[in-house]
């Protein structure tokens, strides 16, 4: 006789082992912006695309293994055809496509012995920034309402917190852009010596990402009938052009150069005169190096996932 597992253990062990395939994929993100919403994903392949167009106003991103949530989009697709040559176009929306989806994925979880390894999104552009719709679905087939923004896929908890941080309505298409390519940064940041050494991921510093290395779509309300374009080559360049500019402005909060910050003593007061001089001896810097973790500060970044 077989080996008596209980259901419980069964579906435990499915879930662990679909959430370890995710989270070797790439955190991918969409978010609202003024005119639509934007995704980016990291994908430096130029055939095998993450992002791809499901019906006229309707976008689907996913993340995990390509064969299996590619036969999902081409479901989805032929899904939204049928139901728009059987009622009327109007009636294709990302709430049905998205329950399409998790109940597929809900059959194969429970039924099948190996679950999907896939984490999906499916994203519907309105007239207004009010009727946009962007819906998460997971391997299990759970689906949740996303509002603004959503990163998934990869260590999404932190472009999350990132995002969180740094998303706000109302965004132009170059600041969102710009926004979600610093969140994604921050997974691409190269591991410290020292953090390397005691088996951590990298220091937090962000690592820009290149045109080369990005896929990226736009749900675009302005358009006429179809609402999806790809955003390529000189576009995709002036937008990251745009992105940097904006990141290395000197935050607001900083004094401007050669004028003291709040509580420092300005020039000819004490503690200003130059080394050598009596009752003026300089405290040792606290900053660290470049590349150097601050002490007591823990190690945040993460090495690149395939």
């Not at 590619?70 to 040559?85: P, S």
């Not at 194969?108 to 390894?117: A, D, L, T, V, W």
């Not at 109302?170 to 190269?190: D, K």
């Not at 500019?245 to 003291?260: D, F, K, L, N, V």
């Amino acid at each position: 006789m077989p080996f008596y597992v209980s259901p419980e253990q069964q579906m435990r062990d499915k879930a662990n082992y679909a959430q370890q395939g995710v989270a070797r994929g790439r955190s991918c993100v969409a978010l609202q912006y003024a005119d639509g919403i934007l995704m980016v994903a990291p994908n430096a392949s130029k055939a095998l695309h993450k992002i791809s167009e499901l019906y006229d106003k309707i976008a689907f991103a996913a993340v995990g293994r390509y064969n299996e949530y590619e036969n999902l989009r081409k479901a989805g697709v032929t899904y939204a055809d049928i139901t728009g040559y059987q009622f009327d176009r109007n009636d294709v929306t990302a709430r049905g496509i998205a329950n399409y989806y998790a109940q597929v994925l809900g059959q194969i979880f429970i039924e099948s012995n190996k679950p999907y390894e896939v984490e999906l999104v499916v994203a519907e552009v309105g007239d207004e920034p009010e009727a946009d719709q962007i819906y998460r679905i997971t391997f299990d087939g759970s689906v949740s309402d996303e509002s603004g923004y959503v990163a998934f896929g990869g260590d999404a908890g932190k472009v999350s917190a990132v995002l969180k941080e740094h998303y706000s309505e109302g965004m132009t298409l170059a600041e969102a852009f710009g926004t979600a390519t610093g969140a994604l940064s921050v997974l691409n940041a190269p591991a410290s010596p020292a953090s390397s050494a005691q088996g951590s991921a990298g220091n937090g510093d962000r690592q820009e990402l290149t045109a080369g290395q990005l896929e990226v779509a736009i749900l675009d309300r302005s358009r006429e009938h179809r609402k999806f374009r790809r955003i390529r080559a000189a576009r995709l360049e002036e937008l990251l052009a745009e992105a940097r500019a904006t990141g290395e402005a000197p935050p607001a909060s900083e004094p401007p150069p050669g004028e003291p910050g709040p509580g420092e003593p300005g020039p000819g007061e004490p503690g200003t005169s130059a080394a050598g001089t009596p009752g003026t001896s300089a405290a040792p810097s606290a900053e660290a190096g470049p590349g150097e973790t601050p002490a007591g500060e823990p190690g945040t970044g993460e090495d690149p996932q395939s």
